[in-house]
């Protein structure tokens, strides 16, 4: 079992930085790829960023806006997110999944509460 905890969410103006964080615990849980999901309000469920080991992938439109990292040392998954748009409010997720390809597809075994992430025109 893995599990997952997330900060940093918040409200911010268009044009601005947040960093989420995600602590993770649990057995074997550096087996797993991590990612970042995110759902606005009526809309579909999206994978933003995805890393696992060397790999790392990011949505295309958030690509050079938002960087996926992990520190573990400190068991803990990032987001930073810079120049921040209005259609980037949602609520961000922090997931786990043992397939690449399924966390990608927005799909994964565990998953945090969520955070709510809020940009302002």
């Known amino acids: 079992e893995v599990q997952l905890v997330e900060s940093g969410g918040g409200s911010v103006e268009a044009g601005g930085s947040l960093r989420l964080s995600c602590t993770v615990s649990?057995?074997?849980?550096?087996?797993?790829?991590l990612g970042w999901i995110r759902q606005a309000p009526g809309k579909e469920r999206e994978t933003v960023a995805v890393i696992h080991e060397l790999m790392r992938s990011h949505r295309k439109s958030v690509s050079g806006r938002f960087t996926i990292s992990k520190d573990n040392a400190k068991n803990t998954l990032y987001l930073e997110m810079n120049s921040l748009k209005f259609e980037d409010t949602a609520m961000y997720y922090c997931?786990?999944?043992?397939?690449?390809?399924?966390?990608?597809?927005?799909?994964?075994?565990?998953w945090g509460q969520g955070t709510q992430v809020t940009v302002s025109a």
């Open positions: 649990g057995d074997s849980y550096s087996d797993y790829c």
């Open positions: 997931a786990a999944d043992s397939n690449w390809y399924t966390l990608r597809a927005g799909n994964a075994r565990y």
